[in-house]
């Protein structure tokens, strides 16, 4: 069974740091890409980031460059680093399995659990 299991997420305050943690379980790197999304209150979901099949294959979706992503091989986790954190990304951030990698929250095959992200002004 596929499953995808987002954690880390908190409450932080503005300019402070996060990381998030998609752990897979069920698929291999080349059945699925991951991706991060995420959903403020009131918003559509929009994408985050994606990590290709192979890791230096990242995409970044958003305007501002302060979250990278890095991947464990061994422990089968994308981890999605926040860094000076904006009241603006408080939301629920979700991690996805996708086919390739897309802005498009409808291009998701497989969701995981969100994780509360807060940030305080």
């Known amino acids: 069974e596929v499953q995808l299991q987002a954690s880390g997420g908190g409450l932080v305050q503005a300019g402070g740091s996060l990381s998030l943690s998609c752990a897979v379980s069920?698929?291999?790197?080349?059945?699925?890409?991951i991706g991060w999304f995420r959903q403020a209150p009131g918003k559509e979901r929009e994408g985050v980031s994606c990590m290709g099949v192979d890791s230096w294959n990242t995409h970044y979706y958003l305007p501002e460059s302060r979250f990278t992503l890095s991947r464990s091989d061994a422990t089968k986790t994308v981890y999605l680093h926040l860094k000076n954190l904006e009241p603006d990304d408080t939301a629920v951030y979700y991690c996805?399995?996708?086919?390739?990698?897309?802005?498009?929250?409808?291009?998701?095959?497989?969701w995981g659990r969100g994780t509360q992200v807060t940030v305080s002004s």
């Open positions: 069920g698929i291999t790197w080349d059945d699925y890409v």
């Open positions: 996805g399995g996708l086919i390739r990698c897309s802005s498009n929250s409808h291009d998701v095959r497989k």
